[in-house]
């Protein structure tokens, strides 16, 4: 691969990689307007609105790991000014597009310069949870919310929960026609087989985890972001030397999956009066938190 002029720009896809010759693997995730269409419906702070951006790429870059139909969802609660900051992908293999949603509680005026320990208090942690209902069983890693950016917490999770060296940068920014893009890329240096470890070269490996991870922390956010340059080409720019193999991407998109059946059952397992507190003018509106949809339920058809 070395011709940067084959490969036409898109976005909403996650697209898996190897680097050649080296037990290095990787992923690469661009949203547009997957990630807008989720932000736009919340009137958020700019700030607010980042962090949440680079949690969907970042959930939208692990859930694509998943073998099989499942969720992946990525949480992070404390006590402080941050209550809650959730997304998930949602994984169908029929029509080989994930979805993604997400959203955040906090109180007061959020500054993204503080720590993860001054945004979400002491008592701070990032969960990540997969669900792949009868395929798998779920699966649950917690780590403790430390560092400055949410880029060092998901380092960590990969470093506490997997023990695999991992490498991650995370981005999310408006672009000149005020729209919300976001970006993710991971490398990971994966283990062999022990038949494949006999004789391997400790020190070769250690070079070039050491010079693929240099080689990706010289890549501009701005690159992962643009536009103008796909991801197979920015994967050449990144690793032209050695070469890269690509895999088959996968298509995301934003999705909720709230459903009225759902929260009409939720509402029917309340007593009369508990619906009655809750309504008006003899209706119960319930606002979805991801997509901030309104479903309506008429007091008198709930009670039947």
Request: proline share 2%; with cysteine; net charge negative.
């Amino acid at each position: 691969m070395n011709n940067e002029n084959q490969f036409p720009p898109l976005e909403d896809q996650c697209l898996p990689f190897q680097i050649e010759g080296q037990d290095i693997k990787g992923r690469v995730v661009r949203l547009g307007r997957s990630v807008n269409d989720v932000l736009s419906k919340h009137n958020y702070p700019d700030e607010v609105s980042k962090m949440l951006g680079e949690t969907l790429a970042f959930t939208a870059l692990i859930g694509t790991l998943m073998k099989y139909d499942g969720i992946l969802t990525t949480q992070m609660k404390g006590d402080g000014p941050f209550r809650v900051l959730v997304s998930d992908f949602h994984k169908e293999t029929e029509n080989a597009i994930g979805n993604i949603r997400g959203y955040t509680s906090f109180d007061g005026d959020i500054d993204s310069s503080d720590s993860l320990e001054e945004l979400f208090g002491e008592s701070g942690y990032l969960a990540i949870t997969i669900d792949q209902g009868k395929f798998m069983e779920r699966y649950q890693g917690i780590v403790k919310l430390e560092g400055d950016s949410i880029t060092a917490a998901a380092e960590e999770y990969f470093r506490s929960s997997e023990q695999l060296p991992t490498k991650v940068m995370l981005s999310c920014q408006k672009n000149d026609a005020g729209e919300w893009q976001a970006g993710a890329i991971m490398i990971q240096h994966y283990a062999r087989t022990a038949e494949d470890e006999h004789g391997r070269d400790e020190g070769e490996t250690e070079d070039h985890w050491n010079t693929a991870s240099i080689l990706l922390s010289s890549l501009k956010k701005e690159e992962l972001l643009d536009q103008n340059l796909s991801l197979q080409n920015l994967l050449i720019r990144l690793y032209h030397e050695t070469g890269v193999r690509v895999f088959e991407h996968t298509d995301v998109a934003a999705g909720c999956r709230c459903s009225e059946d759902k929260i009409r059952a939720a509402l029917t397992s309340l007593d009369l009066q508990e619906l009655q507190d809750v309504a008006e003018e003899g209706t119960i509106t319930v606002t979805c938190d991801f997509c901030t949809k309104d479903h309506k339920f008429e007091l008198s058809k709930l009670m039947h």
